[in-house]
């Protein structure tokens, strides 16, 4: 698998076109990034380059991962980001969704999550005593 290497200084448009070529020969490349405006520069380029292989049928989707490397002796986590044919099948060992039935309205049990049974003291902490999060000015009337 080819594995392109995008820093902040990439230009997206250029990535985004080595991506496609890449995909259209073998329909799966590699993105390596370290730091957040890599990562940034990486993630536009796949939005670019799902435009330029849209047309021939291809739906690009992206899966990350974390891998640790060395760079000049020092070891890094670096981001690497799969981009490949959503029908080429490499993610069917994960789970898919359970189908929504649109007939019927959400439960409380649907939209559920574990911030729903924290105690409200929990937020607390985060406050200041105006009810304002820390740090922050309310706004003027």
């Known amino acids: 698998m ?5 820093s902040t200084r990439s230009n997206p448009n250029s990535v ?13 490349v590699e993105v390596q990034v370290v730091g957040a405006g890599a ?7 796949v939005a670019i380059a799902r435009g330029y292989v849209a047309a021939g049928g ?7 991962t974390f891998a640790d490397i060395v760079i000049d002796g020092e070891g890094r986590t670096a981001i690497r980001l799969s981009v490949e044919d959503r029908s080429r099948g490499r993610r069917s ?36 005593g105006n009810g304002h999060a ?8």
């Open 16 to 28: 985004a076109g080595a991506m496609a070529g890449v995909i259209r020969q073998s329909g799966v």
């Open 39 to 45: 990562l940034n520069q990486a993630i536009k380029a």
């Open 2 to 6: 080819e594995t392109l290497k995008v």
């Open 58 to 64: 291809v739906d690009l989707v992206c899966v990350p």
């Open 134 to 141: 820390r740090g922050t000015t309310p706004p003027s009337s």
């Open 93 to 128: 060992e994960l789970p898919l969704p359970a189908p929504v039935d649109a007939e019927r309205a959400p439960s409380d049990e649907d939209t559920a999550t574990d911030a729903d049974e924290e105690p409200a003291s929990a937020l607390a902490p985060v406050l200041s």
